[in-house]
């Protein structure tokens, strides 16, 4: 079953603004939260993680926001620019040496 | 320093053999994990490795096997090829395994079966 869900396959911005993308999990047992980013022919890259206990995280143009209430966080980039074009992967993992992905969010910056 | 290291990028075999798949970690790192990304099932786990013993294992059939060697270094073996195996196969390495600071990910290898 699917614990990692990003509902949105594609999201498309301009560039200079904001980039939101979203996702859910069900598993009350994640207790960190990854996103990666990917472009093809290549392997995921890290971006931001945060822990159970914290609400948000920040790292330069990325922010990371956790409701845990609502099993949903979110990636804000701010702001986009063309080289953030790429598949994002949200990720979550129960202490268990396993990420569990979500099946990704392909982000297209418009000049 | 040298990220994670897959060889080789490309693999093309027929139904029915078996492929081995090779992944060397960033220095120092202890834990090696195995994904499989589809374009049906997304990036689906494995297997992880910490000192050479398997600590997880994903829902794949048992012709998925795994093994990691003393210097970390880590391989897949896929025995009894079917089409559907047709995948990209990714290793990451971290230095315990701990999800937090995130995994390093190599550019993968292609299979491709025919």
């Known amino acids: 079953d699917q614990q990692v869900k990003q509902n949105s396959p594609s999201l498309s911005v301009q560039e200079g603004r904001i980039s939101i993308l979203n996702c859910d999990y069900t598993?009350?047992?994640?207790?960190?939260f990854l996103w990666y980013k990917k472009y093809p022919a290549e392997g995921p890259t890290f971006l931001i993680s945060?822990?159970?206990?914290?609400d948000k995280n920040e790292d330069g143009r990325f922010t990371v926001f956790l409701n845990k209430s609502a099993k949903h966080l979110s990636l804000h980039i701010v702001p986009s620019q063309p080289g953030d074009s790429a598949v994002y992967f949200c990720?979550?993992?129960?202490?268990?040496?396993?990420?569990?992905f979500g099946a990704g969010t392909t982000v297209t910056v418009r000049a | 320093k040298a990220g994670v290291t897959q060889t080789p990028r490309y693999l093309i075999k027929t139904r029915g053999q078996q492929v081995t798949l090779s992944c060397s970690p960033i220095?120092?790192?202890?834990?090696v994990s195995w994904y499989q990304q589809t374009p049906g099932q997304g990036l689906q786990f494995l297997f992880e490795?910490?000192?050479?013993?398997?600590?997880n294992k994903g829902n794949f059939p048992g012709r998925f096997s795994g093994r990691q060697f003393s210097n970390s270094r880590s391989e897949m073996n896929v025995s009894t090829l079917e089409l559907g195996d047709s995948a990209l196969y990714l290793c990451?390495?971290?230095?315990?395994?701990?999800?937090?600071?995130?995994?390093?990910f190599g550019s993968g290898t292609r299979l491709t079966v025919v």
């Open positions: 990451a390495s971290s230095q315990d395994g701990t999800a937090y600071y995130g995994y390093t």
């Open positions: 598993n009350s047992m994640f207790d960190y």
């Open positions: 945060i822990s159970s206990i914290k």
């Open positions: 990720a979550a993992s129960a202490q268990d040496y396993k990420l569990s």
């Open positions: 220095s120092g790192h202890r834990s």
């Open positions: 490795y910490f000192s050479e013993t398997q600590r």
